[in-house]
């Protein structure tokens, strides 16, 4: 039996919204068939970025705005990905909606937070929606993150080579494929991808990015910088482990050199696109010494700078996109999600004890009805 599932999500970055119709034979993914993207006003965005950096305090009634208003940016990117000629309503399943993480702490606070309003969505597309699945996870005893891995595994495992998967959005996520063996499977944060760059650029230059990695490529490395960032406790923790822009945020960086700005900043651009290379090099060293392959997706992979200096930092390994295995690297994470629908709508686990550390698998989510 085929059906099919729309995945939307806007990941820490918050440069976009991507929504990807999928279609899945008997639960099994078979293709990614459609793909639409948008943006949250600026308003909006620069609101949600201070409030996942929790650099603002917000009263609850803003707090529940602001969930109705992501939810409304789901809702129109979904919408624009159904206004696409091909794509029949009738067909859609559900809409897996990851939500925007706005606080992610699964070690003290032991809680994930997401908004936009699932059943605000499922109104105004007419679809049943799954959400909120992270904290069934968490419930568990687990990290409730990262949730790529699952679907990593379920691509891109080899029973051939040894592989890992690095989604490169604003925080960096790897998951370790040694076989098929699903028990085998590891994933977790392992720092920054582009949130520090994203924030710096924009902080000088008045972009919200750093375009193909131009500004980073015309910078000199800060060695002493680069081992201030490196030796913060995150990095040499032991997995599982998970983290947002909470942690890694400019003031994280100035807590590390309180004198950051007696630097050229296109220097600190350099050094910043170093120490995101750097923590992929150090996590497969450490936890996936055997890997040959690196399979590299997200917006990250935009960047071309940084994609060169992670291929000459890892000499040893083939490092490609997912676009070699059959799926564009920026359609990768709203996939996943696609994905995650699907299992919930059929009463499938949705989680890996062995990325997240829970107690054992999990259905994850809750469904809306329209």
């Not at 891995?149 to 040694?178: C, K, M, Q, Y």
């Not at 710096?200 to 800060?222: K, N, V």
């Amino acid at each position: 039996m085929r059906e099919r599932y729309i995945g939307v999500m806007s990941g820490t970055s918050q440069d976009g919204i991507d929504a990807v119709l999928a279609e899945f034979h008997d639960g099994h993914f078979v293709a990614a068939l459609a793909h639409a993207c948008g943006h949250y006003p600026e308003s909006l965005r620069n609101e949600l970025v201070e409030l996942g950096r929790e650099a603002t305090p917000v009263s609850l009634a803003r707090y529940a705005a602001l969930d109705r208003q992501v939810a409304d940016c789901f809702a129109a990117t979904v919408l624009a990905l159904l206004g696409q000629g091909d794509v029949d309503r009738d067909t859609i399943a559900a809409v897996g909606s990851h939500g925007q993480t706005v606080f992610h702490d699964a070690d003290q606070a032991r809680s994930s937070l997401q908004l936009g309003d699932p059943s605000r969505i499922a109104a105004l597309t007419g679809l049943p929606v799954v959400a909120d699945l992270r904290r069934a996870d968490i419930a568990l005893g687990g990290q409730g993150a990262p949730l790529l891995p699952v679907f990593h595994h379920a691509r891109l495992a080899s029973d051939t080579e040894p592989r890992a998967v690095l989604n490169l959005g604003g925080i960096a996520n790897l998951t370790v494929l040694p076989g098929l063996d699903p028990a085998q499977v590891r994933g977790f944060d392992c720092g920054p991808a582009s949130c520090l760059m994203d924030e710096w650029i924009e902080r000088h230059c008045g972009r919200r990015f750093d375009d193909d990695g131009a500004w980073a490529a015309g910078g000199e490395r800060l060695p002493v910088l680069e081992a201030r960032v490196l030796a913060d406790p995150y990095f040499a923790r032991p997995i599982p482990k998970s983290t947002g822009r909470g942690l890694f945020n400019l003031d994280w960086v100035r807590a590390r050199d309180p004198d950051l700005e007696r630097y050229r900043p296109v220097d600190v651009q350099r050094s910043l696109c170093e120490v995101s290379v750097l923590g992929v090099v150090e996590a497969l060293r450490d936890h996936a010494p055997q890997t040959r392959r690196l399979i590299v997706c997200g917006g990250g992979t935009r960047n071309g700078f940084l994609m060169a200096r992670l291929g000459a930092s890892l000499p040893t390994l083939q490092v490609d996109s997912t676009a070699a295995h059959g799926l564009d690297p920026q359609w990768v994470e709203a996939a996943c999600f696609a994905w995650l629908a699907c299992r919930r709508m059929r009463g499938e686990p949705g989680n890996l004890p062995s990325v997240t550390g829970a107690s054992r698998p999990a259905v994850l989510g809750g469904i809306y009805a329209p």
